[in-house]
C-alpha cells in the first residue's frame, strides 16, 4: 500500500487547507493538527508494513521524464523509523502550539508552515530520488525561514541576544526578522554543494534515484577516486548537511533562529530541519562505506572524510556546549546544547565509517538521534511554557518555580537527566555508545571531545534546571508570585511534555531489555548495509567509569556552585576576576566567530561589490576616458602643429576638435550622471579585450 | 505557413498603425482594447505552427518548433504587459503610441525569431530597436527621457556592430541564407572570429551582458516599471532568438573559440550580475542587476552549444529558461509597477511590509522571486538548475559549479526582497487590492504557470520544444 505517500503529502493537505480555512479561527487550528495526527498515523503504517517486509518498499512514478526524475518513496528501516520520528513529535508539538500560540495574530501563516514544514521533513525523508529529496530540503528551509521570522514585527522581547551588546563591534543581538534571514543564508549556502553533488552523481550513473546510486556506486566512486577527487567530493555532496545540522563553521544561525515562536524552536531541533542534515549522512554513509568497499583507490579518501566527519562533529559538540556554559537565555542554552548533541551524532557518524563494524556506528548516531529528539522537543516545550510564564527569555528572571510548576520541573528535570547521559536514562545508552565508537575509531582528539563534552553538558544542563527551578526566585518571579501570576502549563501544553519526558525515562529503563530489539528493527534493511548485524547492549567498565565520572564531575560543580551560598560567592568573584571575565565574554560572544563573519565574510563581500563598481564604472573606464583620451588628442594635436602649421589645421586641432569633445560632453552631461560614454567605452573595450584574449589564447 | 506569417503581418501591423491614429485624431479609447485581441489572437495564430517546420518566403523565414515556442512566450508576454497597462499608462497623453509600439515591436520579434536570412534580420532587428527606444522614452518624464537616450545611443553602437558583423559573416559564407557552413577558407578564420564577436557584442548589448550591459541598469532601473516589464519580458527574446538563429550556425566553425568567449562572458556577467545586485537598495535596480545575472546564465547555455553531446540539453535548457525568465521578469516588473500605482517607493525600505498590506501580490511575488532563485519545484529550478547548469556538465562541470555558487550569491539580495515584503511592520497607509486592479492577475497568472509547469509540465514545455 501507499502510506508512504500519504504520510507526506497529508500535511501539504492540511498546509493548503489551512490557507483554505484563513478566517475559520479554532476550526483551522484543528484541522491543521488533524494533518499531522494524520501523517503520524500513516507513518505508523508504513513503518509496520517496512518491518513485515524484507525489502525495503520501492515505489516509484515517472515525472519528468525528459529528465529521468521520479516521483517515488523509497522506504527501508531507516527512513520508516525516522519518519514516525518525525511526525509523531510534530504532532506533540502541534498539540501544544494549539495552546501556545493561541491568540497570536499570524495563525494561518503558522499552521500553514508548520504543515508545510512537516510535510516537506517527511518527503526528505522518504524520497526515492535525490530531486525529490531536495525539494523537501529546500522546502524545510524555507518553512524554517518563514516561521524563524514569524514575530517580524521585531519587538525586544522576541529577540535573540542582549540589547546594545557588541562584540568587535558587531552587534550580537538579532530580531527576528534577521534571524530568518540568516538562517536561509547560511543553509543556502551548503545547499549549492548538495546541489552540486547531485550533478556530479548525476554526470557520471545518468539517474537520481537513491538506490541506484547505491548499486551504481562504482561509476560514479571509482572514477572520482581514481582521480583524487573523491574526498572534496563527499565534502561538498555533504556541505548541505553540515549546513542543515549547524555543524562548524556554519553553526551560527541555529543560535539565533531562537527568535521564533518556541514551538517552532521545538520543531526545527527535534524533528525537523537540523535532523536533515544528520539523515542525510545516516542515508548515504552506508553507500559511501560500499565504494571504499568495492573500489580500492577509494579507501583511503572515504576514510578521509570520515575521519573529518567525526572531528568536525566532535569539535562542534565541544564548542557548542561551551559556549552554553555561560549563557543566560533558557532558550539559546538549549540551542547551543542542540549543536552540540548534533555533534555528537556526526561523531558516531563519522567514527562508523572508521571502525570494522560500521551498523554499529551507525546505530549510535541514528539511536542518538531518536533519544535526544524526545528529549530535546520536551526540553523546549517546558522552556516555552516558563518563558510564558514569566515573560521573560533570560534565566536571571527565573528561579524557584519549582513550587508553582511541579510538572513541569519533573518534565525539565527528566528530560535534563536524559541529556546529561545519566543512568537508566535513554540519553545515557545512545550517549555511551558514541563515546565508545569514538574511542574505538582512533581518533583520539574526536574521542576527548566526545568525554570532554559529557562533563559540559553535565555543568550547562545542571545549571539550566537550577537556575529555572530551584535558584532563588528573582525580582521578576516574586513580583509575578505577588500577583499571582504563577501558574502551572495548560493539560495542552504539559501533556506531550511531560508524557515526552517519561518517554525518555521509561525506554531508558527497559533499554537492557528492549534495547536490542529496537536497534535490531532500525538497521533491518537499510539501503547499502548488507553484513547481519545483531545489536546487543554491553557496558564497557573502563569508559563507564570515564564518562560517568565526567558526568557526575559536571553536575557536581553545578550544584556546588549555584545551590550553596559559598558558591554563589565564587560565581560572582569569577566573573569579577579580569581574567574570568575575560573567558566569559569569549564564550558569551560565541568565541567571536559571528562577529569575524560579519567583519569579513558580510564586509568581504560588500567591499567587493563596490569593487567592481568602482573599478567597472568609474576606474578603468573613467580612466581611459578622461585621461587616455585626451591624452591621445592631446599628443595627436601636437603632431598636427608640428607637421602642419597652418591655420587651418591649428583650429582643426585645437578648437573643433576639443570643441567637439567638449559639446559631447555637456551634451552627455545634460543627461545628468554622464554615464552613457562610459558605458559605450566600456562596450568597445569589452570587444577589445575578448579579441586580444582570443588572439592570446587561440 | 506562409499564410500565418500574413495574417500575422496584417494583424499586428494593421493594428498598430491604423488605430493610434483613429485615437488621435477622433479622441476615442479604443486601441488599448484592440492591442489586448490583438496579442490574443496573435498568440492563436503562432499556435498554429506549434509542431511545423519548413522555409517560407524563398528561404527567408524559417520556421521550426523552438522558434515558435520562443515566438507564443513572448506573445504571452506581450498579452501580460498590454492587460496590465490598461489600468497603468490609462492617464498617460502618449498611450495610443505605445500600444501601435508594443504590436510593432512584437511584430519584429517574430521576424527576428524566425530570421533566415541577413536582410530580414537587419530589418526586424532595426524595427525592435526603434521601437523599444521610443518606448522607453514614452513616458517623457526626466528619468525616462535619461532612459531612452542612454539606450539609444548604444543601440546605434550595437548597431552599426551587427551590420559590420554581418557584412564580414556573409563576406565569407557568400550567401544571405544563416546556414552551417562546411569549411573555413583557412585564411579567413580570423575574420570570421572577429564578424562572429561582433555579432556577439550586438546581440549581447540587447541580452545585457558584461560588458555591453551598461545601458541596462539605467533602463531597467530608471524606466516605467510597466515599459521595463515589456523590454525585459519579450524584447530581451531577439538576443535570444538571434543568437540561436544567426550565431548557432556559425559554431562548428569557431567551435573552441566560442566555448571560450562564451564561458568567459557568462562568468564575468554572472559574477557582475549577483555582486551588483547584492549592494542595491531600489529593487528595480535590484531586478535590473538581476537580470544581467540571468544572461550569464543563458551563457552557460549557448557555451554547451559548442558540443555535440551538450547540445540537446541545453537548446531545452535555453527554451525552458526563457518560459521562466518571461513570466518571472513580466510579473515581477508588472508587480512593481502596480506598487508603485499604489503608492509605494520602490527601495527595499520603501516597500517594506507591503505583503502584508497587498498579500495576494505579495506572495506571488515571491513565488515568482523564489523562481529566478532556482527554488525547487518551481519552473526555475528545472530550467537553470537541471538544464542549464546540467547541460555543461559533461564538457566543463566548473562552469556549472560556478553557475551554482552565483545561484548561491544571489540568494542574498532575493531574500531580501522577501524579509522586506513580509518581515517588516505594514506601512500605516489605506491600501488594499481592489477592483479592478489588473496587476494582480497578471501576477497570479505568472505564479500559477510558475508553479504549475514547475510541477509537472516540464514535460510537455520540452515536447513543444522539440
Not at chain 1, 540589547?163 to 549556502?189: C, D, E, N, Q, Y
Not at chain 1, 520536551?378 to 510564564?389: D, E, M
Not at chain 2, 518548433?65 to 508576454?77: D, E, F, K, M
Request: hydrophobic share 55%; aromatic share 14%; with cysteine.
Amino acid at each position: 500500500m501507499e502510506y508512504a505517500f500519504l504520510t507526506w503529502q497529508i500535511p501539504y493537505i492540511g498546509a493548503i487547507l489551512a490557507l483554505l480555512l484563513n478566517r475559520a479561527g479554532k476550526v483551522r487550528d484543528v484541522i491543521a493538527v488533524l494533518a499531522i495526527f494524520g501523517a503520524a498515523v500513516a507513518s505508523t503504517l508504513t513503518l509496520q508494513e517496512a518491518l513485515a517486509s524484507e525489502e525495503a518498499i520501492h515505489i516509484s512514478y515517472p515525472w519528468i521524464k525528459s529528465l529521468g526524475v521520479t516521483f517515488g518513496v523509497y522506504v527501508d528501516s531507516l527512513a520508516a523509523v525516522m519518519a514516525l520520528i518525525v511526525a509523531w513529535l510534530s504532532f506533540l508539538i502541534a498539540v501544544y502550539s494549539l495552546k501556545y500560540m493561541e491568540g497570536d495574530p499570524g495563525l494561518t501563516r503558522y499552521w500553514f508552515f508548520f504543515d508545510f514544514f512537516v510535510g516537506s521533513m517527511l518527503l526528505l525523508v522518504l524520497a526515492d530520488n535525490l530531486i525529490l529529496m531536495f525539494l523537501g530540503w529546500e522546502g524545510t528551509g524555507l518553512a524554517s525561514y518563514a516561521l524563524i521570522g514569524h514575530w517580524y514585527t521585531d519587538e525586544d522581547e522576541r529577540c535573540v541576544g542582549d540589547i546594545g551588546r557588541k562584540a568587535l563591534g558587531v552587534p550580537m543581538w538579532f530580531p527576528p526578522s534577521h534571524s530568518g534571514l540568516r538562517a536561509i543564508v547560511f543553509t543556502r549556502l551548503g545547499d549549492v554543494g548538495f546541489i552540486a553533488g547531485i550533478g556530479a552523481i548525476y554526470y557520471f550513473t545518468h539517474t537520481f534515484s537513491i538506490p541506484e546510486i547505491a548499486h551504481m556506486v562504482g561509476e560514479w566512486a571509482g572514477p572520482l577516486a581514481h582521480a583524487g577527487l573523491l574526498f572534496p567530493f563527499l565534502l561538498i555532496f555533504s556541505l548541505g548537511a553540515f549546513a542543515k545540522s549547524a555543524q562548524f563553521p556554519f553553526h551560527e544561525w541555529l543560535v539565533t533562529a531562537m527568535t521564533g515562536p518556541t514551538s517552532v524552536s521545538a520543531l526545527i531541533h527535534a524533528a525537523t530541519m537540523v535532523k536533515a542534515g544528520v539523515y542525510f549522512l545516516l542515508r548515504f554513509s552506508p553507500i559511501f562505506v560500499l565504494a571504499a568497499h568495492e573500489i580500492p583507490a577509494a579507501e583511503p579518501q572515504v576514510h578521509a572524510f570520515f575521519t573529518a566527519v567525526a572531528l568536525i562533529g566532535g569539535f562542534t559538540a565541544f564548542f557548542m556546549a561551551t559556549q552554553a556554559l555561560v549563557s543566560r537565555e533558557l532558550k539559546l542554552i538549549l540551542a547551543f546544547s542542540t549543536a552540540s548533541q548534533l555533534g555528537y551524532m556526526f561523531l558516531a557518524l563519522g567514527a562508523a565509517g572508521l571502525i570494522a563494524e560500521f551498523p554499529l556506528g551507525f546505530l549510535a548516531g541514528f539511536s542518538h538521534l531518536m533519544s535526544h529528539a524526545i528529549f530535546k522537543a520536551s526540553l523546549f516545550l517546558v522552556a516555552g511554557a516558563v518563558i510564558h510564564v514569566v515573560h521573560s527569555r533570560f534565566i536571571d528572571d527565573m528561579g524557584g518555580l519549582w513550587k508553582a510548576m511541579k510538572w513541569s520541573f519533573l518534565a525539565m528535570s527528566l528530560a535534563a537527566l536524559s541529556l546529561m547521559g545519566v543512568p537508566p536514562f535513554m540519553g545515557f545508552w545512545t550517549k555511551d555508545t558514541i563515546i565508545e565508537v569514538a574511542k574505538e575509531s582512533g581518533v583520539f582528539l574526536a574521542y576527548l571531545f566526545g568525554v570532554v563534552t559529557a562533563g559540559l553538558t553535565a555543568f550547562y544542563s545542571t545549571r539550566m534546571v537550577i537556575r529555572t527551578f530551584l535558584y532563588e526566585m528573582s525580582e521578576n518571579v516574586k513580583h509575578a508570585e505577588e500577583h499571582h501570576h504563577l501558574h502551572e502549563a495548560h493539560p495542552l501544553m504539559l501533556i506531550p511534555y511531560l508524557s515526552l519526558a517519561l518517554v525518555s525515562f521509561i525506554v531508558g529503563l527497559s533499554w537492557p531489555v528492549y534495547g536490542p530489539e529496537i536497534l535490531g528493527a532500525m538497521v533491518s534493511n537499510v539501503l547499502g548495509i548488507h553484513e547481519e548485524f545483531h545489536p546487543h547492549v554491553h557496558l564497557d567498565i573502563g569508559l563507564l567509569a570515564t564518562s560517568l565520572t565526567m558526568v557526575f564531575g559536571g553536575m557536581l560543580v553545578a550544584i556546588g556552585l549555584y545551590m550553596t551560598s559559598s558558591g554563589r560567592v565564587t560565581v560572582r568573584s569569577l566573573r569579577e576576576n579580569p581574567a574570568g571575565k575575560v573567558i566569559h565574554d569569549f564564550l558569551y560572544d560565541r568565541w567571536y566567530i559571528n562577529s569575524i563573519y560579519y567583519i569579513v565574510i558580510v564586509g568581504g563581500f560588500a567591499w567587493l561589490s563596490r569593487t567592481i563598481f568602482k573599478y567597472f564604472d568609474s576606474l578603468i573606464v573613467d580612466g581611459f576616458y578622461h585621461r587616455f583620451i585626451p591624452w591621445l588628442t592631446d599628443r595627436l594635436s601636437v603632431l598636427g602643429f608640428k607637421y602642419f602649421e597652418t591655420e587651418v589645421v591649428d583650429e582643426t586641432y585645437h578648437d573643433r576638435i576639443v570643441r567637439m569633445f567638449k559639446a559631447f560632453g555637456s551634451y552627455v552631461r545634460r543627461l545628468q550622471t554622464g554615464l552613457v560614454n562610459q558605458y559605450l567605452v566600456a562596450f568597445f573595450i569589452g570587444l577589445l579585450v575578448v579579441l586580444f584574449l582570443l588572439l592570446w589564447v587561440g | 505557413m506562409e499564410m500565418v506569417i500574413w495574417s500575422l503581418m496584417v494583424l499586428l501591423g494593421g493594428i498598430g498603425l491604423v488605430v493610434p491614429t483613429l485615437d488621435y485624431l477622433k479622441g476615442t479609447k479604443v486601441s488599448p482594447y484592440l492591442a489586448l485581441i490583438a496579442t490574443a489572437l496573435a498568440a492563436v495564430l503562432v499556435g498554429l505552427l506549434i509542431g511545423k517546420s519548413g522555409t517560407l518566403f524563398d528561404g527567408t523565414i524559417r520556421v521550426d518548433p523552438l522558434a515558435t515556442y520562443l515566438a507564443l512566450i513572448a506573445t504571452v508576454g506581450a498579452f501580460l504587459v498590454t492587460f496590465a497597462s490598461l489600468v497603468q499608462v490609462k492617464e498617460w497623453s502618449t498611450s495610443p503610441s505605445l500600444y501601435s509600439l508594443l504590436l510593432l515591436a512584437l511584430l519584429g520579434v517574430y521576424f527576428v525569431l524566425y530570421v533566415n536570412d541577413a536582410s530580414v534580420l537587419v530589418a526586424a532587428w532595426a524595427l525592435v530597436a526603434v521601437a523599444s527606444y521610443v518606448l522607453v522614452g514614452i513616458k517623457k518624464d526626466e528619468d525616462s527621457l535619461e532612459a531612452t537616450a542612454k539606450y539609444a545611443l548604444m543601440g546605434v553602437a550595437s548597431s552599426s556592430l551587427l551590420i559590420f558583423g554581418i557584412a564580414l559573416v556573409l563576406g565569407i559564407v557568400k550567401t544571405s541564407t544563416f546556414q552551417v557552413l562546411n569549411s573555413v577558407p583557412i585564411g579567413l578564420k580570423t575574420t570570421l572570429l572577429l564578424g562572429v564577436l561582433m555579432l556577439i557584442a550586438a546581440f549581447g548589448f540587447k541580452l545585457g551582458v558584461v560588458p555591453f550591459h551598461g545601458w541596462l541598469p539605467d533602463v531597467y532601473g530608471g524606466a516605467h516599471p510597466i515599459i521595463v516589464s515589456f523590454v525585459a519580458g519579450v524584447i530581451k527574446l531577439i538576443s535570444i532568438g538571434a543568437f540561436l538563429r544567426v550565431l548557432q550556425p556559425l559554431i562548428p566553425s569557431v567551435a573552441n573559440d566560442w566555448f571560450l568567449i562564451m564561458a568567459f562572458l557568462s562568468i564575468i556577467t554572472m559574477f557582475y550580475g549577483n555582486l551588483a545586485a547584492l549592494v542595491q537598495k531600489n529593487v528595480q535596480r535590484m531586478m535590473a542587476y538581476s537580470s544581467i545575472a540571468q544572461a550569464g546564465y543563458f551563457l552557460i547555455a549557448f557555451a554547451a552549444l559548442a558540443y555535440s553531446d551538450s547540445q540537446a540539453l541545453a537548446l531545452e535548457g535555453i527554451g525552458l529558461h526563457v518560459t521562466t525568465y518571461v513570466l518571472a521578469k513580466v510579473g515581477i516588473f508588472v508587480g512593481l509597477a502596480y506598487f508603485a500605482r499604489k503608492g509605494f517607493d520602490l527601495t527595499l525600505e520603501g516597500l517594506s511590509g507591503v505583503g502584508r498590506k497587498l498579500p495576494l501580490s505579495g506572495t506571488f511575488m515571491t513565488v515568482l522571486v523564489l523562481s529566478l532563485m532556482g527554488m525547487p519545484p518551481l519552473i526555475g529550478f528545472w530550467s537553470k538548475f537541471m538544464y542549464i547548469f546540467y547541460s555543461v556538465m559533461n564538457v566543463a562541470p566548473w562552469l556549472a559549479f560556478l553557475g551554482i555558487v552565483n545561484s548561491g550569491i544571489s540568494v542574498g539580495y532575493y531574500a531580501q526582497v522577501i524579509r522586506y515584503l513580509f518581515f517588516a511592520d505594514p506601512p500605516e497607509v489605506d491600501v488594499r487590492e481592489e477592483e479592478p486592479d489588473l496587476e494582480v492577475y497578471v501576477l497570479t497568472i505568472t505564479a500559477v504557470l510558475t508553479v504549475l509547469l514547475g510541477l509537472g509540465l516540464v514535460d510537455v514545455l520540452v515536447a513543444l520544444l522539440s
